[in-house]
């Protein structure tokens, strides 16, 4: 029995893969290539490139493989593209994910593990401090997060209707390497973004200090990318081995870190002075967004284990690799 992992090429993907390789699962991967790297997969993965708009390709894949499961990664992940142009995230998040549910569909494959993002939750109206639960109303405010959301409805339809089964992995702040050369390629994120301030002698910018928190920056839950994929497979084996319908599952450490604390960890681990600028708030960050992880610990007996020192640490060497 083989499972089916889309964008097993991209940064989270192909730490998922790597370790469902190890072990001992049968894989093949579906990737486009528009932002994974093929040389991310060792030389024993399977790839097959090709975009899920093709369902033609999508169907000759789950042909010609005994497909049992699908982890359901491949998706464009930029915010600020997403709002520039919204058409094209919902061609490609949405109608990629309808095209692989229906190859599925046709071949029977019920197993389905999703990346969702915590950025179903939007701006979650919520007490100060309190941690975002499953049953937290999903308004997301930026096309991307409804794109993700979009994928959710449907999955969840399909499950209703009694053809699959699914797990919903709603990611918080993914950071970290699980190996170097694994690491995050692109510069969109804090942990990133500062890496890359600094290397050109800048300091970062941290967007707004007036928030109502202990230092007055936004907290957010950075989950380490090896803990997250500990997660999918636990999530696969508990599809496989459950009858969950459709089941959202947030996937955090359950602990905030502010933005000064990121970046005083990175003083630490990186041995650079950080001075940082303060700028203005950025439109649309909510001051706080913190998992509540109970579930995750409940259904797929998955916790994170790796701490911000532990992410900062894996982040800092794979970026100095890459960037030699
Ligand atoms: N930040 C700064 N300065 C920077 C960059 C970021 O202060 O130069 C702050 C942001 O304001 C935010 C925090 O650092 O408070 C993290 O920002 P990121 O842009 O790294 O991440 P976001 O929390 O905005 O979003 C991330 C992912 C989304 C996902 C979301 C879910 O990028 O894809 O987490 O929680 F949807």
């Known amino acids: 029995m083989t499972w089916l992992i889309t964008g097993g090429a991209g940064y989270i993907g192909a730490h998922v893969v790597e370790l469902a390789k190890s072990s001992g699962r049968n894989l093949v991967v579906l990737d486009d290539l528009s932002s994974g790297i093929s040389s991310r997969l060792r030389n024993d993965i399977e790839l097959v490139e090709t975009t899920l708009l093709d369902s033609a390709s999508v169907n000759r894949v789950f042909d010609e493989h005994k497909i049992s499961g699908v982890l359901h990664l491949a998706a464009k992940k930029r915010v600020g593209e997403s709002v520039e142009r919204?058409?094209?995230?919902?061609q490609e998040n949405v109608g990629g994910i309808q095209n692989l549910l229906s190859a599925m569909k046709t071949h029977g494959v019920k197993n389905f593990v999703y990346s969702s993002s915590a950025a179903v939750y939007g701006q979650p109206d919520v007490?100060?401090?309190?941690?975002?639960?499953?049953?937290?109303p999903c308004a997301p405010i930026n096309p991307y997060g409804a794109t993700k959301l979009e994928g959710e409805v449907l999955s969840r339809a399909m499950a209703e209707s009694g053809g699959i089964k699914v797990a919903a992995l709603r990611y918080f702040n993914?950071?970290?390497a699980g190996r170097?050369?694994?690491?995050?390629?692109?510069?969109?994120?804090?942990?990133?973004?500062?890496?890359?301030?600094?290397?050109?002698?800048?300091?970062?910018?941290?967007?707004?200090?007036?928030?109502?928190t202990s230092d007055g920056s936004c907290i957010r839950d950075y989950v380490h990318v090896q803990d997250l994929a500990d997660a999918h497979i636990a999530a696969m084996e508990f599809v496989e081995k459950s009858d969950p319908g459709f089941t959202a599952i947030n996937i955090g450490t359950?602990?905030?870190a502010s933005v000064f604390e990121v970046l005083a960890m990175i003083q630490d681990v990186t041995g650079i002075s950080?001075?940082?600028?303060?700028?203005?708030?950025?439109k649309g960050d909510p001051a706080a967004l913190v998992a509540d992880v109970r579930l995750s610990k409940e259904l797929l007996g998955w916790q994170s284990s790796r701490d911000l020192r532990a992410i900062v640490t894996s982040a800092w060497d794979a970026w100095k690799l890459g960037h030699k």
């Open 127 to 136: 007490l100060f401090g309190a941690l975002i639960t499953e049953e937290t």
């Open 274 to 282: 950080i001075d940082p600028i303060i700028g203005e708030r950025r």
């Open 86 to 90: 919204p058409d094209y995230y919902w």
């Open 180 to 212: 170097a050369e694994l690491g995050d390629q692109y510069i969109f994120n804090l942990v990133p973004i500062v890496f890359d301030a600094l290397e050109r002698g800048e300091q970062p910018i941290v967007f707004g200090n007036d928030y109502s």
């Open 174 to 176: 993914v950071a970290g």
């Open 254 to 256: 359950g602990q905030g």
